[in-house]
């Protein structure tokens, strides 16, 4: 038998594997990102070759049976074209980091109350750093606001809580007691009140909704930013960049 000494960086053609420094392999860093990405619930798209795509989050981490369980809602139109791809991608974004890995052997298991989808561990996970879409994760409490007119119902008023906000969008949270919004529906005339002192407008584009954890009442709504207006693209960086200073700050004393 002959000794493998090509260079760790080396794919087995012998090309260089760019991809080498992202990629994660110990099973203890492994595993701490995806508990990491359970305790956030951190929404999490899955992707199959064909284009089908859900937004979801990790419920469970069974280290034990190297499973993971994710939430599903049995009416999205494309679940079962995931539950019958062969492999499917799964994307994160925590902050500014992007998470990337292959999912193998998803299953869909039923109960009387819930869904969920259990797949196998991936061996591998590729972690990113996006550089220039730090996220800003809003507290609870005194968090930014999104005022808009729901886009179905002309007169009402929505004031809904911003999640997080980057440079390339925010989550609002939707409570259970508004009529839901879909996929692709363009939020026009959109006032986002980041603090007292702080407020541009917009228009965005929702990308996906969300039910983050099995009883949460409402759901996580991704949204991405049409093109901002100068002014409102700088009062947006200027904040995000305050508040990654503050990170900073708070992370050395």
Request: proline share 5%.
């Amino acid at each position: 038998m002959f000794e493998d000494t090509r260079p760790a960086d080396l794919d087995a053609d012998g090309s260089s594997d760019t991809f080498a420094e992202f990629r994660v392999t110990h099973a203890g860093q492994r595993l701490a990102l995806l508990r990491e990405l359970r305790d956030g619930s951190t929404p999490v798209i899955l992707n199959a070759p064909d284009g089908s795509s859900m937004t979801t989050a990790l419920w469970a981490v069974d280290d034990a049976r190297e499973r993971l369980n994710f939430n599903a809602d049995a009416s999205h139109p494309q679940l079962q074209a995931l539950v019958d791809a062969e492999e499917l991608v799964a994307v994160a974004y925590m902050e500014s980091v992007k998470l990337q890995f292959d999912l193998a052997g998803l299953v869909l298991v039923r109960s009387l109350n819930a869904c969920v989808l259990q797949s196998a561990m991936p061996r591998e996970i590729y972690r990113f750093q996006r550089r220039n879409a730090y996220r800003v994760r809003t507290p609870e409490r005194h968090s930014p606001k999104a005022r808009l007119r729901h886009p179905s119902i002309p007169d009402m008023q929505l004031a809904l809580r911003v999640l997080d906000v980057s440079v390339g969008g925010c989550a609002l949270w939707l409570p259970q007691n508004v009529p839901t919004l879909q996929a692709g529906t363009r939020l026009a005339e959109v006032t986002v009140e980041l603090d007292e002192l702080t407020r541009f407008s917009a228009a965005m584009t929702l990308q996906h909704v969300t039910a983050l954890q099995v009883g949460d009442r409402g759901v996580r709504l991704g949204c991405a930013w049409q093109p901002l207006s100068g002014a409102a693209e700088r009062i947006l960086q200027r904040w995000i960049d305050q508040a990654q200073k503050r990170r900073r700050l708070l992370s050395l004393s």
